[in-house]
Each structure stands twice: as structure tokens, then as C-alpha cells.
């Protein structure tokens, strides 16, 4: 299997979602007011996949709160919106750093106010202030323009400037775990974006509001597309596309000492989700290394066959190399139990409706609610054994 990411090995869906782009709406959208409570109310009433807001520090009160230039007397504050945004069950937040070492106060916000899988970083963004690998990689936009010195000067006096301030932009990432970079759709050409390929990295462009750039980033699968214009880039849209919604999203990291452990997960699915997919992958899922598996294998073929006649057939722990890792999954929704995939298999996709449901599972009697479910760590033998959990939601 193929590292991805740290914590995140790539399967089938991991290849789709790498083609798909995602829609922020910028930040006073289709003519509502920037940093507004009418643009957020706005936002989430529409299918984009993130919202984008302006953040800075309160300067009198130390709160955080949203403006481009400068905080108004009465500001909206990020509690505010991140409250607002928590009754939606997907949307993400996209928070522009308007000034420097805003990081951690942003995430400490966003974990009280259970945010932090749904929020993005982008603007005067400091790695150094944020120590979780999988959040550097998957949930910071790397503005080019914060990180190349004295960009803009240079691309103004020499366009082609670009090209090279793209290359050292991607080694900047790749150096800090970063895989999304940020930047001004206007400087983004084909060669820019073989740069960007070459060294696969996913780009975000800002802000795009002709029909006509729309449609050639969407062509091109950027990664995110920022736009004022958010009702009509959604038009362009293949219905199927803009209808599938990630539920959750989590990383693991398991050891041999959590063997016969379970590990609790839950999500939200809303109102009018047809389908559900579950995408579950581990890796490694058999481990072959002598000293680790031995002692294993031999305590099981003493309790299994310690009475059985070795002259018939002689047992060797050695023959039963390598030993697969098998953790399984089960699910339920509003407590009813729905069933477990108890396979071996590292991959894993399960698919369940009110019609139809993977092998191990039950048809739920209706698909909006809570639900539950659990990965069970039957044996892991491996020092460090890797997992990822997605579940998407099928909308009508």
C-alpha cells in the first residue's frame, strides 16, 4: 500500500478525492456585506464546501474577531460564527490570519466549539504554531505570497517570477508537511500548474470570479477554487459532483499494546443523505517480521493445537509467517445495532442505505440522525500500526 500522508495510506477514494474541487465562498459573496452575519447566514445556505472570513484580534478586548483592515467597533466574532456554522453538518470554515500568531487562540477556539476538523488556516499562517502533522497537511492553505520574500515586487517587475517562486514555495511545503498551497488565481498558468503536479502538491486559487476561469480551474482539478460569485460557480457543477459531503475524517496510530482495544467513533448524517460510504484502511496489514510474530504464533498453536499429534503432521510456528493484523468495524444508528465487516482485508468500502447495505450489514430504517460505531483492534502486532476512517454521505 502507498503512503500518502502520515497516518493516511492512498485507496480508491483517496484517488477521487484528490480529483475533486472544492468551492470556498469568499467572504461578502454574491453581494453580501464582508464579515457579515448576513454573509455567513448566506454562505451556509448555499453547497459550497467552505465559507471564508477575515480574522484578526479584537484590539480591545483580546477577542478574536472578523475584518479585513481593521476590527469595527461592533465586530462579529469568530465564537459567533463558529457557532453559527456548527448547526450545519459540513461546511468548513476558511479563516484568513489578517496578522501575525493568531494560530493557537483560532484552534483552541475551534476545539471548544467542536470545529476543528471543518476549520482551514490560510493568510500569516505560522507552521511552527501548529504542531498536528495531519492538520499542516490537510487543513493550512500555505499563502505563497506570506512565504516567498518580497513576491509581489518581484512578480510585478518580472512576471516569469512566478515560476521559480512556485518551485521554492513547493519545496517550503514539502519541508513542513504542508500539501496545499494558496495563492492569486491571476499568476496561475499551465506552467505554474505542472509545477504544482510535478511536485504533488495541491494548489487553492483566490479569487476567481469569471465564468471562464471558474471552468478552467474546475477543468484543470484544482484542489479549492475561492470565489465572490459562489451561487453561480455552483451552476457549473455536475450535479453528482456537489452532492457527496464527508462526514468525518480521522487518522489513527496503534501499537501491539493496543490490541483487544475498540475505538469509538460518531458523526452526524443530515437530512436528505441517500447513501452512505464508508472507506477504512490500515497499513501494514500483515506483519512478517520474525521476533515480533513468533511468540504470538507459538502461543496460539500451543493453545490451539497443544494436544495434536506432531508425528501426523509437524506444527512449526515459522510456517504460519507472516501474521496478519485484523482490525474489523461495525456500526449503528440511533443505538440500533446495524452489523460488522469482520474481514481482513486493509481496504475496506461499505456501503449502506435504506435499501441496500454491504455484506455484514443491516438496511437502516432511515438514514438522517446519530450515528455510532466502533473499530475493534481484534490483534495488532506491528510497532506502529497506521489507520484511516472516512464516511461520506450521498446526497439527493
Not at 471548544?112 to 500569516?124: A, K, V
Request: charged share 20%; proline share 5%; hydrophobic share 35%.
Amino acid at each position: 500500500m502507498k503512503q500518502l500522508l502520515p497516518g493516511k495510506f492512498l485507496c480508491r477514494k483517496d484517488v477521487e478525492d484528490m480529483k475533486q474541487t472544492n468551492w470556498t465562498a469568499h467572504s461578502g459573496a454574491d453581494g453580501t456585506p464582508d464579515n457579515s452575519l448576513q454573509f455567513i447566514r448566506y454562505a451556509l445556505g448555499t453547497q459550497a464546501d467552505a465559507l471564508e472570513i477575515d480574522i484578526r484580534r479584537n484590539p480591545c478586548t483580546g477577542e478574536l474577531a472578523l475584518g479585513h483592515d481593521s476590527v469595527e467597533e461592533h465586530p462579529l466574532t469568530l465564537r459567533e460564527v463558529f457557532v453559527q456554522a456548527s448547526g450545519h453538518p459540513v461546511m468548513k470554515i476558511n479563516c484568513d490570519l489578517k496578522e501575525p500568531a493568531l494560530e493557537r487562540q483560532v484552534l483552541a477556539l475551534a476545539e471548544q466549539t467542536g470545529m476543528t476538523q471543518r476549520l482551514i488556516l490560510s493568510g500569516t499562517v505560522d507552521i511552527t504554531h501548529i504542531p498536528d502533522a495531519a492538520f499542516r497537511a490537510r487543513q493550512v492553505y500555505w499563502n505563497l505570497e506570506e512565504q516567498i520574500p518580497e513576491y509581489e515586487e518581484k512578480y510585478q517587475r518580472d512576471p516569469s517570477f512566478r515560476l521559480e517562486a512556485m518551485e521554492q514555495m513547493c519545496q517550503k511545503c514539502r519541508e513542513a508537511g504542508v500539501q496545499v498551497i494558496n495563492v492569486w488565481e491571476g499568476c496561475v498558468d499551465s506552467q505554474v500548474l505542472d509545477i504544482v503536479r510535478r511536485h504533488q502538491m495541491k494548489l487553492s486559487v483566490w479569487t476567481v470570479n469569471s465564468e471562464s476561469r471558474m471552468a478552467w480551474f474546475l477543468d484543470q482539478g484544482v484542489h479549492n477554487i475561492t470565489t465572490r460569485r459562489i451561487a453561480q460557480a455552483l451552476t457549473l457543477l455536475p450535479k453528482q459532483e456537489r452532492k457527496a459531503v464527508c462526514l468525518l475524517e480521522q487518522t489513527y496510530q496503534w501499537s501491539a499494546q493496543d490490541t483487544s482495544s475498540d475505538v469509538a467513533f460518531s458523526f452526524q448524517c443530515p437530512a436528505g443523505v441517500e447513501e452512505l460510504v464508508v472507506s477504512f484502511t490500515y497499513s501494514p496489514g500483515e506483519e512478517a517480521t520474525r521476533d515480533i510474530c513468533l511468540p504470538a504464533v507459538q502461543a496460539a498453536v500451543t493453545r490451539y493445537y497443544g494436544g495434536y499429534p506432531q508425528e501426523i503432521e509437524p506444527m512449526t510456528a515459522e510456517q504460519f509467517l507472516p501474521v496478519k493484523n485484523l482490525i474489523t468495524l461495525s456500526l449503528a444508528r440511533e443505538g440500533v445495532y446495524l452489523g460488522n465487516a469482520h474481514r481482513w482485508a486493509p481496504e475496506q468500502e461499505h456501503v449502506l442505505s435504506c435499501r441496500y447495505a454491504s455484506s455484514g450489514f443491516c438496511c437502516p430504517t432511515a438514514m438522517s440522525g446519530t450515528w455510532t460505531g466502533m473499530l475493534h483492534l481484534h490483534e495488532v502486532l506491528s510497532p506502529i500500526c497506521k489507520g484511516y476512517l472516512r464516511i461520506e454521505g450521498r446526497m439527493r
